[in-house]
């Protein structure tokens, strides 16, 4: 017993030394007071929230671009992350702290749902220093606190989520009883909560209690918590639509795909016919539009790799459209024909590479790529080139690490599911699976983007798996130890 409690205690000290690292890496930069991206609609919102006690409401222009009557990018956002900042500081408002107080309260969120993680691995992994690794693990992946500083709601949605799809597995293995129907309110609750944050979230967590409620009804034989599923996901479903009410005066769903943004929707869909890469997207899409497309042709156009064209026709169209975004300053409703017509030609000549392949590429792409956390990297660029390189190094060495041991898990979930031999732990990265890969193809080759910031919500899920892929290899070792003995 002693034996047991000395790795479980020393692996957890390990795991709070590597997180109080995170959390001077967190703080050791000034807050910025500054705003960008998207912001400073979230910091209005919820200052307007603060200050009357309400929303605010859609004006004339804002019903133009909702109706599709004007090209623009429909506003304002859900309004769940608004009341998250507006929470975090209703006591004592103050401007200048709204950061600070957010960052914190998102910090503590995803250390919460790593020490729940890492409380799981002890219950299943047992009397083993294997709980070294996983504390190095989950306390040194600096990518789950990427956005922990932002004002986006990325951070608070990947600990909701987390929580959430813990709450399913604890529902999936209870038996019958409070702890049932406790483990269904929590996992309901957290998991609905999610798309009054993002709104693809919607889809995901229909489709994940759809998974579960099915699971449930196989294992228990009983379709009781199938109707509450979808009471609590109405009721929490009414509140997106009545908020849109509220906003514009039209019964609909708010913000779902809207994240298309329709008056970059050509140049997306055009994107997505190649093999391009987060950095071009986030200087296209994201960076363009806010610096009002200047100098785009000569920065941009003649930048890009002779891979983006099929041919001279689509060279000579494409080069138009950036000429006249440079000339508008904005998008058109004729540089949005353009870039749709040269995709779908690019499409329709090659399905299999300019629609399939890529679409497999973007799904890659979100999770591997050499991005890491601004907090790091602050901190890193004040080390010397040659000590700083080798540690940059050793974060890329440890995510494909963390990718060979989630993939080794979840071959040995499906070996073991084949055979009808499912453990306990197994529920959960069978869960974990689920979502990851949802989240997955919905964002990348279903809504075509490439940002890694859309996978965040879907790292807590995967340090699960590396947490089974530890559990699946100690077992191999096992098995190894006592045929050769």
């Not at 890193?380 to 690490?401: D, E, H, M, V, Y």
């Not at 979502?435 to 899920?461: C, D, E, K």
């Amino acid at each position: 017993m002693g034996k047991i409690k000395s790795h479980i205690l020393i692996s957890s000290l390990l795991l709070s030394v590597c997180l109080v690292g995170q959390f001077l890496l967190f703080s050791r930069s000034p807050f910025s007071e500054a705003y960008g991206g998207d912001e400073p609609q979230y910091v209005q919102m919820a200052t307007h929230f603060i200050k009357y006690g309400n929303l605010p409401k859609a004006t004339v222009l804002e019903k133009d671009v909702l109706e599709g009557k004007v090209m623009g990018t429909p506003k304002p956002r859900l309004f769940g992350y608004p009341f998250f900042i507006a929470f975090c500081n209703m006591y004592r408002f103050q401007p200048e702290h709204i950061r600070i107080r957010c960052a914190l309260v998102q910090f503590f969120l995803i250390v919460i749902v790593l020490g729940i993680l890492f409380a799981f691995a002890c219950v299943f992994l047992g009397n083993t220093f294997w709980l070294y690794l996983i504390a190095m693990a989950l306390g040194l992946q600096p990518w789950a606190f990427e956005y922990a500083r932002s004002l986006y709601p990325d951070s608070v949605t990947a600990s909701f989520t987390s929580l959430g799809l813990i709450g399913l597995f604890l529902f999936l293995i209870a038996k019958k009883g409070m702890a049932e129907w406790a483990s269904f309110f929590i996992a309901t609750l957290f998991l609905c909560l999610t798309f009054l944050f993002r709104p693809e979230m919607i889809v995901l967590v229909f489709l994940v209690m759809v998974f579960a409620a099915v699971s449930k009804v196989l294992k228990s034989k009983s379709w009781k918590y199938a109707p509450c599923f979808i009471a609590v996901f109405l009721i929490f479903f009414s509140f997106n639509v009545a908020y849109r009410y509220y906003f514009s005066g039209k019964v609909q769903i708010h913000s779902l795909y809207k994240i298309y943004q329709i008056e970059r929707k050509g140049q997306m869909l055009w994107l997505n016919t190649w093999f391009s890469s987060e950095k071009i997207f986030q200087r296209l899409i994201e960076d363009a539009p806010h610096n009002h497309y200047e100098n785009v042709y000569d920065n941009f156009y003649h930048k890009l790799p002779s891979y983006a064209f099929g041919d001279t026709y689509e060279k000579e169209q494409i080069g138009r459209a950036f000429e006249i975004l440079e000339s508008k300053k904005k998008h058109t409703l004729e540089t949005h024909q353009i870039f749709k017509v040269i995709a779908e030609k690019r499409i329709k000549e090659n399905f299999s590479v300019n629609f399939l392949l890529t679409g497999f590429w973007r799904a890659a792409h979100l999770w591997i790529n050499l991005e890491t956390n601004s907090q790091l990297l602050n901190y890193l660029s004040t080390i010397s080139k040659p000590i700083r390189r080798p540690i940059l190094g050793g974060f890329l060495l440890l995510k494909l690490f963390i990718y060979f041991l989630a993939i080794f898990s979840v071959f040995a979930l499906i070996k073991r599911m084949r055979r009808g031999e499912l453990r306990t732990y197994d529920y959960m990265t069978l869960v974990m699976v689920v979502f990851i890969v949802l989240r997955t193809i919905l964002i990348g080759p279903i809504l075509g983007f490439v940002n890694h910031r859309y996978v965040l919500v879907a790292w807590p899920a995967m340090l699960w798996c590396v947490i089974t892929g530890v559990i699946e290899f100690n077992t191999f070792c096992k098995n190894k130890a006592s045929l050769s003995v």
